[in-house]
Every structure is written in C-alpha cells, then in structure tokens.
C-alpha cells in the first residue's frame, strides 16, 4: 500500500511569511495527524482529525496555525505569520482508526521548516 | 497527565554488542506503550507495541522489549546491535482512554561503532 505522502519536503521562508504542507493519509485510514518534531525532542501533537471533524487540538497555537481536512482525505496544516520557533519537522501520520492502541499510527517522512 | 521519560539521549555500542534504550513512563493506569525507530529524514516506524498480554514483546529487526509494571518500564533491547540500527528511537505511550493520544518521549539516538 501507499504511504502517507506530505510535500513540500523542505521550506525556507522568512519570519512574519505564511506557509502551508500538504498531507495524504492512506486510504482508507479515518484519522490524521499533524505533528511538530523541533531538534533533539520528540514529536508533539498539534492537531487530530477524525474524518474531517477535529479530535484534539488543545496543542495547536490557534493564533497562527490553522489547519482543515476536507472531505475527511487530504489535510493541510497552515502557518501565518511564521515565527523563528517554528521551525520544526512537521509530520503527519493517519490511522486505520483512532490510533494509539490496536491502531498503528504510519508517518509520512515530514517537512522540514526553516524559518529565517 | 501521562509523561514518557528517555534516560540518555545518546548511546553509543559496539557493532555486535547488545543494546539497551531505556524508557520509563508516569501514569496510574498501564498505558498502552510503543517503540518507534526514525532514519535521517524519514518518518516514524513502529518497531513494536504493548497493549495487552505477554509482557515481553518482540518486534521488528531483532528488536524486543519489555513491560514491567513495578518498575513502570518499558526497556528495548536487542542481543547484537548491527550498523544500520544506528537511528532516533523514540518510545511512546496511548492512555487507554477515548482520546487515542500518543506521547512521545525525548528520543535516544543510538550510534553503532564499527
């Protein structure tokens, strides 16, 4: 089966510019993920998606970040404005079902943030 | 609140001796408890889970672990490290509540030396 694709793979923008990611879970899998992994801690849950309703987002700084998941397929997770801070790997991973027990979470290799 | 603990965020072994990552979690009820292993820019990949059951789980690539309850643990371990074990591991926890979420702790990054 597919893999959970996510693009850009890399971004380089300036501070105060807005970014997006894409992801596309596999098939089939109900729940999305969107993760933010900053350099040398593990990843942190930004937001959770349960077809396209939101689960969590208790983690998501709601002033900046945004993210939708239309028609419960694709995601993408937005950032405007962007501060130095967010630079990070951001990964999405998607689950058969609402993961974390008899549900394995597959991750999509992430995009790599740099914000200048 | 649930916590996932890594003790040493680097280890360094020899090819072919044993490996030993470390990991400890908080939480008044088992949780349930995962390895995930990270190459150099790629995604997370389950190595193995605990949920219910046998307390020493093996998974993939040689890889076992076990849950200890006294000791709230959960050590990965394997007999004889090769050269492309080198990577972040990273040990995760689920509470066994609706909300499905996974914690992840700090990550070890194991080096292999030749």
């Known amino acids: 089966e597919a893999g959970v694709a996510q693009s850009p793979r890399y971004k380089i923008i300036e501070k105060r510019q807005s970014v997006a990611f894409w992801c596309n879970p596999i098939?089939?899998?109900?729940?999305l993920y969107w993760y933010q992994q900053i350099l040398g801690q593990g990843p942190k849950l930004l937001i959770q998606f349960q077809n396209n309703g939101v689960v969590d987002d208790s983690q998501l700084p709601k002033d900046r970040f945004s993210a939708e998941r239309l028609k419960g397929v694709d995601s993408t997770l937005k950032i405007q404005p962007a501060k130095l801070e967010d630079s990070a790997v951001y990964l999405c991973a998607s689950s058969l079902e609402r993961g974390g027990g008899a549900s394995p979470l597959h991750f999509g290799n992430g995009t790599r943030l740099t914000v200048t | 609140a649930q916590s996932v603990t890594q003790l040493g965020s680097h280890v360094s072994v020899s090819e072919g001796a044993l490996v030993l990552l470390r990991c400890n979690y908080s939480?008044?009820?088992?949780?349930?408890l995962f390895w995930y292993v990270q190459y150099p820019n790629q995604g997370l990949q389950l190595l193995l889970k605990?949920?219910?059951?046998?307390?020493l789980v093996k998974g993939i690539n040689g890889f076992e672990a076990e849950f200890k309850k006294s000791e709230t643990s959960f050590h990965l371990t394997k007999p004889s490290a090769h050269m492309s074990d080198a990577a972040e591991y990273f040990c995760?926890?689920?509470?066994?509540?609706?909300?499905?979420?996974?914690?992840f702790g700090s990550g070890t990054r194991l080096l292999v030396r030749p």
């Open positions: 939480s008044s009820v088992p949780p349930y």
């Open positions: 098939s089939g899998h109900a729940t």
């Open positions: 995760a926890v689920s509470p066994m509540d609706s909300s499905y979420k996974l914690i």
């Open positions: 605990y949920t219910t059951g046998a307390t």
